[in-house]
Protein backbone atom coordinates (compact mmCIF):
# COMPACT_ATOMS: atom_id res chain seq x y z
CA UNK A 1 0.00 0.00 0.00
CA UNK A 2 0.91 3.55 -0.87
CA UNK A 3 1.07 6.26 1.86
CA UNK A 4 1.66 9.70 1.45
CA UNK A 5 2.21 12.33 4.08
CA UNK A 6 2.50 15.69 3.72
CA UNK A 7 4.08 18.12 6.90
CA UNK A 8 5.24 21.82 6.68
CA UNK A 9 2.12 23.73 6.19
CA UNK A 10 1.18 26.82 8.73
CA UNK A 11 0.75 30.10 9.17
CA UNK A 12 3.08 32.95 7.36
CA UNK A 13 2.98 36.61 6.41
CA UNK A 14 2.48 37.55 2.65
CA UNK A 15 5.83 37.54 1.20
CA UNK A 16 7.45 34.99 3.33
CA UNK A 17 7.92 31.36 2.68
CA UNK A 18 7.28 27.85 3.58
CA UNK A 19 8.38 24.30 2.53
CA UNK A 20 6.50 21.47 2.41
CA UNK A 21 7.42 17.88 2.66
CA UNK A 22 5.35 14.76 1.18
CA UNK A 23 7.13 11.45 2.86
CA UNK A 24 6.36 8.39 0.39
CA UNK A 25 6.42 4.45 1.93
CA UNK A 26 5.60 1.53 -0.15
CA UNK A 27 6.07 1.50 -3.96
CA UNK A 28 5.30 5.58 -4.48
CA UNK A 29 8.18 6.46 -5.63
CA UNK A 30 8.43 3.61 -8.25
CA UNK A 31 5.81 6.42 -9.60
CA UNK A 32 6.46 8.34 -12.50
CA UNK A 33 4.97 11.79 -11.83
CA UNK A 34 5.08 13.04 -8.23
CA UNK A 35 2.24 16.68 -7.91
CA UNK A 36 1.22 18.80 -5.53
CA UNK A 37 -2.38 20.09 -6.08
CA UNK A 38 -3.88 22.72 -3.87
CA UNK A 39 -8.21 23.60 -2.29
CA UNK A 40 -8.87 26.94 -1.39
CA UNK A 41 -12.41 26.77 0.92
CA UNK A 42 -15.17 27.32 -1.48
CA UNK A 43 -13.22 26.14 -4.67
CA UNK A 44 -12.17 23.34 -6.10
CA UNK A 45 -8.85 21.43 -6.29
CA UNK A 46 -6.70 22.80 -8.61
CA UNK A 47 -2.87 21.83 -10.31
CA UNK A 48 -0.06 23.94 -8.54
CA UNK A 49 3.16 21.87 -9.62
CA UNK A 50 4.65 18.17 -10.25
CA UNK A 51 7.87 16.23 -11.32
CA UNK A 52 8.09 13.72 -13.64
CA UNK A 53 10.11 11.29 -15.46
CA UNK A 54 13.48 10.12 -14.80
CA UNK A 55 15.28 13.30 -15.47
CA UNK A 56 12.98 14.93 -13.35
CA UNK A 57 11.11 17.23 -15.66
CA UNK A 58 8.98 19.91 -13.38
CA UNK A 59 5.47 21.93 -15.16
CA UNK A 60 4.05 24.42 -12.74
CA UNK A 61 1.05 26.51 -12.59
CA UNK A 62 0.70 29.96 -14.08
CA UNK A 63 -0.16 31.19 -10.78
CA UNK A 64 2.72 29.57 -8.90
CA UNK A 65 5.62 29.78 -11.43
CA UNK A 66 8.59 31.63 -10.74
CA UNK A 67 7.51 31.84 -6.57
CA UNK A 68 7.20 27.91 -6.25
CA UNK A 69 10.00 25.18 -6.98
CA UNK A 70 9.08 21.41 -7.29
CA UNK A 71 11.88 19.11 -6.01
CA UNK A 72 12.65 15.54 -4.87
CA UNK A 73 14.65 13.23 -2.72
CA UNK A 74 14.35 9.43 -3.82
CA UNK A 75 16.91 8.72 -1.44
CA UNK A 76 14.29 9.97 0.88
CA UNK A 77 11.11 8.94 -0.58
CA UNK A 78 10.40 12.37 -0.38
CA UNK A 79 8.74 15.59 -2.47
CA UNK A 80 9.21 19.23 -1.54
CA UNK A 81 7.54 22.16 -2.34
CA UNK A 82 9.46 25.71 -1.41
CA UNK A 83 7.47 28.33 -1.64
CA UNK A 84 8.53 31.84 -1.68
CA UNK A 85 6.88 35.00 -2.02
CA UNK A 86 3.40 33.79 -1.29
CA UNK A 87 0.49 35.85 -1.19
CA UNK A 88 -2.80 35.57 0.17
CA UNK A 89 -4.37 33.98 -2.54
CA UNK A 90 -2.03 30.79 -1.94
CA UNK A 91 -4.00 29.81 1.00
CA UNK A 92 -5.83 26.51 0.61
CA UNK A 93 -5.18 23.09 1.73
CA UNK A 94 -1.86 21.51 0.14
CA UNK A 95 -2.29 17.65 -1.24
CA UNK A 96 0.33 15.49 -2.34
CA UNK A 97 -0.11 13.12 -5.03
CA UNK A 98 1.56 9.91 -7.11
CA UNK A 99 0.94 8.93 -10.34
CA UNK A 100 1.99 6.97 -13.77
CA UNK A 101 1.77 8.35 -17.09
CA UNK A 102 -0.79 10.95 -18.00
CA UNK A 103 -1.47 14.69 -18.21
CA UNK A 104 0.23 16.02 -14.89
CA UNK A 105 -2.53 18.98 -14.96
CA UNK A 106 -4.98 16.39 -14.47
CA UNK A 107 -6.21 14.60 -10.68
CA UNK A 108 -7.19 11.23 -12.63
CA UNK A 109 -3.24 10.78 -13.25
CA UNK A 110 -2.49 10.67 -9.44
CA UNK A 111 -3.56 7.04 -7.80
CA UNK A 112 -2.78 8.22 -4.28
CA UNK A 113 -3.20 11.46 -2.41
CA UNK A 114 -1.86 12.91 1.22
CA UNK A 115 -4.19 13.48 3.54
CA UNK A 116 -3.41 17.42 2.83
CA UNK A 117 -1.47 19.96 5.17
CA UNK A 118 -2.79 23.92 5.75
CA UNK A 119 -1.17 26.85 4.51
CA UNK A 120 -2.47 30.26 5.22
CA UNK A 121 -1.46 33.54 4.32
CA UNK A 122 -1.91 36.70 5.84
CA UNK A 123 -2.17 39.87 4.68
Known amino acids: QVQLVESGGGLVQAGGSLRLSCAASGRAFSYITMGWFRQAPGKEREFVAAIYGSEGATYYASSVKGRFTISRDNAKNTVYLQMNSLKPEDTADYYC????????????????WGQGTQVTVSS
Open 97 to 112: AAGQYGPVLNPSTYNY
